[in-house]
Every structure is written in structure tokens, then in C-alpha cells.
């Protein structure tokens, strides 16, 4: 793609994210009179945003219509606050008016895990971890994580996994809330690395492989990750709850050390240890022949998981009595 055709790219996704932002607020969520006549919009009007803004109507249409390819940071914050646009908002928009020059692009070399982070897991082997770079590619993962999620090779995309797998929409509870969050962190990525030729072509075949993606691909929703709770529903052991925190290098932003934590003393946090046994012997006898050794297993875990946890009841319950001298 040559300069010009990236500038006029580059103008017409931001275009597109204003128009969408502004077809999402009405006059009266901006704190404005509705300007007469029909409406042939679900939101504000044109004339009525760049109202709000302080720009002139030409003007902001140029810069929706993908005509105006240098906006300043005073607009783009005038816009924002118009739009009533939260902090994750704000940014992708900047992104998406930065000059080509600013524009990150994918870098060649195979990504590296950063020392840091790596050292970091090895000190949080008790429960599932995987660290993400550029694309939502898999640079590290520990055992437990595929035990709990399912096959993840190093290299893979999580993106693809958690869209595409139908063992993701099996394990995770409230899939499509997490597939919804999955599409706006990778729109946020694709206005940070606009050259990303590999970021295009991933968001092109998701979009192309899933009618519901490319919709919500549509919608121009941004999220950064943040922390949140999550359902995993195992076929052996069950259902588990996970609190996710990310952790990423002030150096490396676009690297994200993801952890699952159970709360402690709940049924998640006994059941980890069996699972990471479980996924171990999984993995050495291959797929089991007896229909019924699933069934076994999830007693079997169930059984040490209770059996843990009435032994911490118990500890706790009946402290040692204190003998008189």
C-alpha cells in the first residue's frame, strides 16, 4: 500500500469510529436540544456534533467523509468530549488520526518473551498463566493454563482460539461476552499497529470466517485488557471461577502476562492441583478409550477437592489444645 492509500485508509477508519460513536449518543445523552426537522439518524446529527465540538459543520464532515486527513489533538479532544468518549475511546481515536509516520507497524524479527514476565511465572506455577504478545500470539504458557483451557501451541492466537475453537464456546461460560471483548482489543491493536500486515490479515479471516465477528468487528466497540471474572465450564472437573489480571512490562505494552487466580479456600483453588495432574497424565496416555474414565476422573477430583477442603475446615475448626502444666 502506498502512502497516499494508507493516509486515506487511516482517514477513513477514523471516519468510520466518529460516525459510529455519533449514530450511539442522542442530543438529549449530550446535553443538547435536538435540532429541528426529520431525522433520518439514530443519533446526533452531523451539524449537531460539530456544533457541540465547536468546528463547523463543513469542516467535521470532511473529517468523517474521510477528507480531512490532518486533525488536531484540540479537535480530536473537543470531539471526544462531545461524544462523551471514555479514556480507552480517547485513545483509539488519537491512534486512528496519527500520521502514517507515527502509525506502529508489526515488527519482523519473531517476537521475544520478555525476561521479566517469563521469571515472573515461574514463581505461579499453582494456577493457570499464559503470556501474549503482538496479535494475541501465545509466547509462553504453563501447563496448567492448557489443562484448564485446552491445546494453546506457542505461536497460536488466542484470538483465533477463543473465536474460532468450538472448544472455546464449550469451556467458556459467557463466551460471547469474551469473544465480544476478544474483536475490541484487537480493533484497539490494529489502530496502534496500523502497518501490521499480519494484524490485517488476522482480523481479514476472522471476519471472513464468522458472520457474528465480522459484525461485531462492525459495531467499532475498543477495550483495552483489564481485569476481569471468568467461567470456565472443564469436561473433568467441572465448573471453575477465575479472577483474570493482566500485567504487562512499561517497556513492552503490547506483551501481557494474563494469570487466573482462584479465590482462596474455594472449590477452583483445591481442584487446581488435580487438574495440573490430570492435564500431565492426559498428555502422556493420549486420549482415553473407556467412555466412562471421564466420568471417574470428575468424581475423583470432586472427592479431593471436598477432601481438602474439610481438612482446612478442620485445622481451622479445631486448633490444638493448650496443655496445663
Do not use: C
Amino acid at each position: 500500500m502506498t502512502a497516499p492509500d494508507v493516509a486515506a485508509s487511516d482517514a477513513a477508519a477514523l471516519g468510520a469510529f466518529l460516525r459510529s460513536r455519533r449514530d450511539g449518543i442522542t442530543p438529549a445523552q449530550a446535553g443538547i436540544a435536538a435540532f429541528p426537522g426529520p431525522r433520518r439518524v439514530p443519533g446526533l446529527r452531523k451539524e449537531e456534533l460539530a456544533m457541540l465540538a465547536g468546528v463547523s459543520a463543513d469542516y467535521y464532515s470532511r473529517i468523517e467523509q474521510g477528507r480531512q486527513t490532518a486533525v488536531s489533538i484540540e479537535v480530536l479532544d473537543a470531539l471526544a468530549r462531545a461524544l462523551r468518549l471514555d479514556d480507552t475511546e480517547r485513545a483509539h481515536l488519537r491512534d486512528l488520526a496519527a500520521p502514517p509516520s507515527r502509525a506502529g507497524g508489526g515488527r519482523i524479527a519473531p517476537q521475544q518473551p520478555d525476561p521479566s514476565l517469563l521469571r515472573l511465572m515461574t514463581t505461579l506455577d499453582a494456577v493457570p498463566v499464559m503470556l501474549l504478545g503482538e496479535r494475541l500470539e501465545v509466547l509462553a504458557r504453563n501447563a496448567l493454563l492448557e489443562a484448564v483451557l485446552g491445546p494453546l501451541p506457542l505461536g497460536s492466537s488466542l484470538a483465533r482460539f477463543v473465536l474460532l475453537d468450538p472448544a472455546a464456546r464449550e469451556r467458556i461460560v459467557e463466551w460471547e461476552r469474551f469473544a465480544q471483548y476478544t474483536v475490541a482489543a484487537l480493533r484497539r491493536d490494529i489502530a496502534r499497529h496500523a502497518r501490521d500486515a499480519r494484524l490485517g490479515a488476522l482480523v481479514r479471516q476472522l471476519r471472513e470466517s464468522d458472520a457474528q465477528v465480522d459484525a461485531w468487528w462492525r459495531d467499532h466497540g475498543v477495550r483495552e485488557f483489564a481485569s476481569a471474572q471468568k467461567i470456565i465450564r472443564h469436561p473433568v472437573a467441572g465448573v471453575l471461577h477465575f479472577g483474570i489480571e493482566i500485567v504487562s512490562p512499561p517497556l513492552d505494552p503490547d506483551q501481557r502476562l494474563i494469570v487466573y487466580t482462584a479465590e482462596p479456600g474455594s472449590e477452583t483453588e483445591a481442584l487446581l492441583p488435580t487438574i495440573r495432574a490430570w492435564g500431565a497424565g492426559s498428555a502422556d496416555s493420549g486420549p482415553a478409550d473407556d467412555p466412562a474414565q471421564p466420568a471417574s476422573r470428575a468424581q475423583s477430583m470432586q472427592s479431593a477437592a471436598a477432601g481438602r477442603a474439610s481438612s482446612r475446615a478442620g485445622s481451622i475448626a479445631s486448633p490444638q489444645r493448650r496443655q496445663t502444666p
